[in-house]
């Protein structure tokens, strides 16, 4: 078992950066990956990228491609997104989730964070 507990969200301008954290407790934290969704309002929840247990491999939607950077730092039990040149399209609650396998399907994450708000204004 893993729980996970979100921070970093907020407000900033168009074009700003962000980095979020997802802290980890419980065993074996290098064997689970770690996705990251979001949902905005009045929209399906929707895939932004996942890291492998070894942070060797990772995946992103076309969306944010270039701009988001997921990483993993399994001695402090941590997972991040960076978050640059943000846009207001951008803004939703973004939850960080945790599996055995690498999958983009939200359906198949056992474990979530909170959510955090993140909100680009123009």
């Known amino acids: 078992q893993v729980q996970l507990v979100e921070s970093g969200g907020g407000l900033v301008q168009a074009g700003g950066s962000l980095r979020l954290s997802c802290a980890a407790s419980?065993?074996?934290?290098?064997?689970?990956?770690i996705g990251w969704f979001r949902q905005a309002p009045r929209k399906e929840q929707e895939f932004v990228g996942v890291?492998?247990?070894?942070?060797?491999?990772?995946y992103y939607a076309d969306s944010v491609k270039g701009r988001f950077t997921i990483s993993r730092d399994n001695a402090k039990n941590t997972g991040y997104l960076q978050m640059n040149s943000l846009k207001p399209e951008d803004t939703a609650v973004y939850y960080c989730a945790a599996n055995t396998i690498v999958t983009r399907n939200v359906r198949d994450y056992d474990y979530w964070g909170q959510g955090t708000q993140v909100t680009v204004s123009s």
């Open positions: 419980g065993r074996a934290f290098s064997n689970y990956a």
């Open positions: 890291i492998s247990g070894s942070g060797r491999t990772t």
